[in-house]
């Protein structure tokens, strides 16, 4: 079982950075692929970006490719992804994912969520 915590979500204004962290507890969070998805009023909850246990292996999607980066230290059981480049399009509630399995961009394929975080950015 793996409870996630996220934090570090707020109010921006445009083009200004976020870093977000999600914390999990239990002492196996490096075998764990993990994953940050994000859901607007409104829409559908979507993929933001994706690392493997050991963080050697990520991918995003086209929307934050090149403004957002995700990575990982498993020696404090923790994800970040750090947002620059902010837009009023990203104001969202953010969330983690894990699963022990393979990397997916997928989110019913992750078995464990954290209670989500709200990015708002202002133009």
């Known amino acids: 079982q793996v409870q996630l915590v996220e934090s570090g979500g707020g109010l921006v204004q445009f083009g200004g950075s976020l870093r977000l962290s999600c914390v999990a507890s239990?002492?196996?969070?490096?075998?764990?692929?993990m994953a940050w998805f994000r859901q607007a009023p409104g829409k559908e909850r979507e993929f933001v970006a994706r690392i493997s246990w050991s963080g050697a292996m990520t991918y995003y999607a086209d929307s934050v490719k090149g403004r957002f980066t995700i990575s990982r230290d498993n020696a404090k059981n923790t994800v970040f992804l750090q947002m620059n480049s902010l837009k009023p399009e990203d104001t969202a509630v953010y969330y983690c994912a894990a699963r022990e399995g393979p990397i997916s961009t997928i989110g019913r394929e992750y078995d464990y969520w954290g209670q989500g975080t709200q990015v708002t950015v202002s133009s």
């Open positions: 239990g002492r196996t969070f490096s075998r764990y692929s």
